[in-house]
């Protein structure tokens, strides 16, 4: 028989059974939430996918290749293989020189400088060349383009401008550099730049001058043996803006050239030019030199009309001139460089300087003779005073005397005197003095003639000197 004891063992038993069951269904129900979320969501899912994925087939706005700069494993650096190579060597060393060509877009020609004999000039500098350590597999044959970025990792011709003063590489918004790459390994290697060169210039003829100038390209390490360098489509590889345009100068033309530079040190190396013929306006100097130069002259001889005794005019009108020319002079030498030969310019200003000094020197000349003419005629009329009351007698030879004048005659002869004896003798003595009076007026006119002919001659003489001189000038300058 069952005692108490042993039902309420079992009724507690049962009690636990039914409480564990409970529990146990009750986490499993928990858990079983998010599976069937999942498994229920997964189908919506799917079908969305399927439809995006038909959506994206569609439209030809999804047939683009994809970038395959987000994939790690095709980077520009592991495409090129440059961690594979050693670009600080340039390609094929050791073997035959690299050919690299080059072509020039001259973009703008800045400026020119006479005092400092340099130029301005911005341009595209294009290399062209091949390293088949940058080639890489493509299956469409289209080129990469990079910045400058990666030129610093790879090997690039050094080129530098022969005889540059200040070159720059435009930096603006970045640097202005471009690499294109092709599947084959060909490169090309692109650059904006301006630079500042010297230019030899000849002033002799100045302004009536043409200059030629170049522009110097160079390997600066790699000789002829190493790197060979060569314009790449001969004279066409030089390409100019038909806008290039300066105030002072027309461009009559521009050309390339190559040839080789030796240094004693390094060796031989190629070297390209490219040339260009500038030609001056003159028009300018026309307007500012020359015809105010030709009008001081022209002014100068205003003073050979003016009267010889004015010397209050023309004294000031001969310094005005002379000190005009002077400032055109420092003028013109103030904006050219301080050379050691004639310049044209120099030629034409110094002759007309001379030009004005010499009608200066043409007054001091008039006056001087002036003066002493006025003290011959001073020294005249103390010598030969004036004999009022006494009529002027006539030559014996010449004229015959009336009865009045023997008569007048008479009277300064005594009364016992023979009157007709003293008559020869007064008439001798007039005869005497009237040769001598006309003597001395004779000297006076020749002398006021020669003075009056210094201002008569320079008017032919100034004019038709300077006129000749200009022809001669413009013949052999023009």
Not at 125 to 140: A, I, Q, T, V
Not at 418 to 425: A, F, G, H, L, S
Request: glycine letters at 4%; hydrophobic letters at 35%; proline letters at 4%.
């Amino acid at each position: 028989m069952l005692t108490n004891s042993n039902v309420q063992t079992c009724i507690f038993l049962l009690l636990w059974g039914w409480t564990m069951s409970t529990e146990s269904r009750t986490q499993q129900r928990v858990k079983g939430v998010p599976e069937l979320y999942k498994q229920g969501s997964r189908p919506h899912r799917q079908r969305r996918e399927v439809h995006q994925e038909s959506h994206k087939q569609g439209s030809p706005v999804f047939k683009r290749s994809p970038d395959i700069t987000k994939s790690p494993l095709t980077k520009s650096e592991q495409l090129l293989r440059i961690d594979d190579h050693d670009f600080t060597m340039r390609p094929g060393f050791g073997g035959p020189a690299i050919p690299v060509g080059v072509d020039v877009q001259v973009e703008s020609l800045d400026s020119i400088s006479e005092v400092d004999m340099d130029f301005t000039m911005t341009l595209y500098l294009r290399h062209y060349w091949k390293d088949e350590r940058l080639s890489f597999p493509s299956s469409n044959n289209q080129s990469m383009t990079f910045d400058g970025r990666l030129v610093k990792k790879i090997w690039v011709p050094d080129m530098f401008f022969v005889h540059s003063k200040r070159s720059f590489i435009h930096d603006t918004t970045t640097d202005n550099i471009m690499l294109r790459v092709q599947p084959d390994g060909k490169v090309l290697y692109s650059l904006r730049v301006t630079v500042t060169a010297m230019c030899n210039m000849d002033f002799s003829r100045f302004p009536l001058d043409t200059q030629s100038c170049s522009l110097e390209i160079e390997s600066y390490a790699y000789t002829e043996d190493d790197l060979m360098l060569y314009w790449k489509n001969g004279n066409e590889s030089l390409k100019t803006d038909d806008r290039i345009s300066l105030s002072q100068f027309l461009i009559q033309e521009f050309h390339t050239t190559t040839r080789l530079a030796f240094y004693s040190s390094t060796g031989w190396y190629n070297r390209l030019y490219i040339n260009f013929t500038l030609r001056r306006h003159i028009f300018f100097f026309l307007l500012q030199t020359y015809f105010p130069a030709t009008l001081m002259v022209m002014l100068s001889w205003v003073s050979f009309w003016i009267d010889r005794r004015a010397a209050p005019a023309r004294v000031p009108l001969g310094i005005t001139t002379v000190l005009t020319m002077s400032t055109i002079i420092t003028g013109v030498n103030a904006s050219m460089p301080r050379v050691s030969y004639i310049k044209a310019v120099d030629i034409y200003l110094w002759v007309s300087f001379v030009f004005v000094f010499l009608s200066v020197l043409e007054y001091a000349a008039v006056n001087y003779l002036t003066t002493v003419q006025e003290r011959k005629e001073r020294k005249m009329r103390e010598k030969y005073p004036c004999t009022c009351g006494v009529p002027q007698p006539r030559s014996m030879m010449d004229s015959s005397y009336s009865d009045g004048e023997v008569n007048n005659l008479g009277n300064y002869v005594s009364e016992n005197g023979d009157k007709e004896d003293r008559i020869m003798v007064q008439l001798a003595l007039n005869a005497e003095r009237n040769s001598n009076r006309r003597k001395s007026q004779r000297a006076y006119v020749s002398m006021r003639i020669d003075t009056h002919a210094i201002d008569k001659y320079s008017r032919l003489i100034f004019p038709a000197s300077y006129i000749l001189f200009n022809l001669i000038y413009w013949c052999i300058f023009l």
